[in-house]
Nanobody, 122 residues
Framework: QVQLVESGGGLVQPGGSLRLSCAAS????????IGWFRQAPGKEREGVSCISSNDGSTYYAYSVKGRFTISRDNAKNTVYLQMNSLKPEDTAVYYC???????????????WGQGTQVTVSS
């Protein structure tokens, strides 16, 4: 049974950092790629970043490039999203998702976590 559990969200001041975790079970990261998404109130869901299962290649949305870093620990079956220089517009519920594909993509994910709230405010 594929499951994803996000953690690490919270309240942080502008310019601060958070590290989100996505703990996976029921599959391994060398077969399934992982994407991070976010959804702010009243806005559509946005793809933030992804990491491929085959070679660990990554992709970042323009809005977070240079500030966010996605990584994975295959031994822990966990993917991380390090978020630095956070801005109020980064406030959203962050979700991780997975699909059984070798490449990095932000489309057509099959399994989703429950989300974790990130609030950037002074």
């Amino acid at each position: 049974q594929v499951q994803l559990v996000e953690s690490g969200g919270g309240l942080v001041q502008p310019g601060g950092s958070l590290r989100l975790s996505c703990a996976a079970s029921g599959f391994t990261l060398d077969e399934y790629s992982i994407g991070w998404f976010r959804q702010a109130p009243g806005k559509e869901r946005e793809g933030v970043s992804c990491i491929s299962s085959n070679d660990g290649s990554t992709y970042y949305a323009y809005s977070v490039k240079g500030r966010f870093t996605i990584s994975r620990d295959n031994a822990k079956n966990t993917v991380y999203l390090q978020m630095n220089s956070l801005k109020p517009e980064d406030t959203a519920v962050y979700y991780c998702a997975t699909r059984r594909v070798g490449y990095c993509t932000l489309y057509e994910y099959d399994y989703w976590g429950q989300g974790t709230q990130v609030t950037v405010s002074s």
